[in-house]
């Protein structure tokens, strides 16, 4: 039964791998099940480890992280933030997103990425008091993402956010 009078998140995105991390995972899960664990006991007790470590494996994939807008606020992963301490925010293509995460990368910046997903955006935060200078956010539809964080009240375009120093506003665990 959905509630339809409760207000919808503006953007919502969950990070999971694509097709091809999944097999390949779940592959190499089962792989290990039937051949580390099978001298362990008899033939059937290789088949149940290799089921177990693929169900454990298929558990850690499923509980990828989230990314969403709602009620001015983003949250990404475990962390979130009101969308008034934000300021610019970009859309990052693949190449800059390597470098970001990277080479490139501050040590105090906040990431929720993931590998399989090559595109994001970074997200500047200009409270003064919060240490974390950007957010860098992997996503499958950057641009969605930064529209509705500019529609929630984040900073105007930029090429890409500048750094900051402080106490936390925003919240990494929770």
């Known amino acids: 039964m959905s509630d339809a009078g409760a207000p919808q998140p503006?953007?919502?995105?969950?990070?999971?791998?694509?097709?091809?991390?999944w097999v390949v995972v779940l592959a190499v899960a089962a792989c290990?099940?039937?051949v580390a664990l099978r001298p362990l006991g008899p033939a059937g007790a290789g088949v149940?480890?290799?089921v177990a470590v693929v169900a454990a494996a298929a558990a850690l994939l499923r509980s990828s992280a989230r990314v969403q807008v709602h009620q001015g606020e983003l949250r990404a992963g475990r962390?979130?933030?009101e969308t008034h301490f934000l300021g610019r925010v970009a859309v990052v293509p693949a190449a800059?997103?390597?470098?970001?995460r990277g080479p490139q990368?501050?040590?105090?910046?906040?990431?929720?990425?993931r590998p399989w997903?090559?595109?994001?955006?970074?997200?500047e935060i200009v409270d003064?008091?919060?240490?974390?200078?950007?957010?860098?956010?992997?996503?499958?539809?950057?641009?969605?993402?930064?529209?509705?964080?500019?529609?929630?009240g984040a900073g105007g375009a930029g090429d890409e956010p500048s750094d900051g120093s402080g106490q936390a506003h925003s919240r990494h665990t929770g």
């Open 105 to 113: 990368a501050d040590a105090r910046a906040y990431l929720c990425q």
């Open 10 to 21: 503006e953007y919502h995105e969950t990070l999971l791998p694509s097709l091809p991390v």
């Open 32 to 34: 290990f099940g039937l």
């Open 48 to 50: 149940v480890a290799g």
């Open 79 to 81: 962390a979130r933030i």
């Open 117 to 123: 997903i090559r595109e994001g955006v970074v997200v």
């Open 96 to 100: 800059r997103m390597t470098a970001l």
């Open 128 to 152: 003064p008091a919060d240490p974390v200078p950007y957010w860098l956010i992997s996503s499958r539809k950057p641009e969605r993402l930064v529209a509705a964080l500019r529609a929630a």
